[in-house]
């Protein structure tokens, strides 16, 4: 049975409606998971902002929203700590509406996209200027980072979650059960490339940390092993162990799942998003992009973005 165990942080002033909404939404998901057979189980557990845990490692951590600014402003430097090293050990960790704020103290988000709720667009800007907020996305997957946008987010987020970690059947059952709509985290799943973090190859996952936010630079395998402090040989090996793709592979695949995001969401040129995903050469992105997608770029943004 494959546990994924869940950290909902209850810090002081968190909306306890989702607090708790979380936790049985994945107690829900327990359900369909057991009807259709998956050994998988979610494991979510209520956590005190005082006392965290040091001796545990989770898959997922959950910072839920607030009606209150007193906390999320000023979040404890030991929540913040006990986040860092939870994120060192490969968990996702996950915002939703306020929850942003204190997840950008920890810094994590830096080179990130991240989105919150549009009424805190203002605030957030002012406290975090060099961090890049879109509030007309109301969740944004970035692999071990996701946030979510408005105050009933939460709701969105744990189904997201539950489609990464389960499957989509899952995932729509339980949308037909709590009587929401699941469309488009459905194709949110089938296009995301979701790569494993919980893998337990702290090098590896420091590589995969790193190419979150440098995707766009210049890298090569050996400037990824020093990144791990390895040898390229050593880093193929472990990387392949742990994420089953090589390096620049998995480079490729983080690189075209960024330009689908781009071509959802923006209007910028298929020449301007190969640029800004780390792709000097429109036709090499081209081909990598239909090779992984099985559409072309304008194909995609074609099919995907014409009920907008």
């Not at 949308?175 to 490339?193: H, P």
Request: contains cysteine; hydrophobic residues 40%; charged residues 20%.
């Amino acid at each position: 049975m494959k546990q994924i165990r869940i950290a909902i942080v209850n810090y002081p002033q968190s909306l306890q409606s989702a607090v708790y909404g979380l936790q049985e939404q994945f107690l829900l998901a327990n359900d369909i998971c057991a009807d259709e057979g998956l050994a998988l189980r979610f494991d979510p557990e209520l956590l005190s902002a005082n006392t965290l845990p040091d001796d545990l490692s989770f898959t997922v951590v959950i910072l839920p929203p607030s009606i209150r600014t007193d906390f999320y402003n000023q979040p404890s430097p030991s929540l913040l700590k006990w986040l860092h090293e939870q994120h060192r050990q490969g968990a996702v960790i996950c915002s939703a509406c306020a929850g942003a704020f204190i997840l950008a103290a920890t810094g994590l988000l830096e080179g990130r996209p991240v989105t919150t709720h549009w009424g805190l667009a203002e605030n957030f800007t002012e406290s975090y200027p060099e961090l890049n907020l879109d509030t007309r996305q109301i969740l944004i997957d970035d692999g071990d980072i996701i946030t979510a946008g408005g105050l009933m987010s939460w709701v969105d987020l744990g189904m997201e979650l539950v489609s990464r970690y389960s499957n989509s059947a899952v995932m729509r059952q339980l949308g037909r059960n709590m009587v929401v709509d699941t469309g488009a985290r459905q194709q949110r799943f089938y296009q995301s490339f979701a790569p494993a973090l919980d893998h337990g190859d702290s090098r590896v996952l420091t590589v995969q940390q790193y190419l979150q936010s440098h995707f766009a630079e210049p890298l090569t395998a050996e400037s990824m092993a020093e990144q791990a402090a390895v040898s390229g040989r050593t880093l193929l090996r472990r990387f392949v162990a742990a994420t089953g793709f090589k390096p620049l592979e998995y480079l490729q695949k983080l690189r075209v799942q960024k330009a689908c995001d781009l071509l959802e969401s923006s209007n910028d040129t298929v020449s301007s998003i190969a640029n800004a995903v780390g792709y000097e050469d429109i036709t090499a992105f081209r081909r990598a992009f239909r090779k992984q997608m099985g559409l072309s770029p304008a194909e995609f943004r074609r099919r995907f973005t014409s009920a907008s």
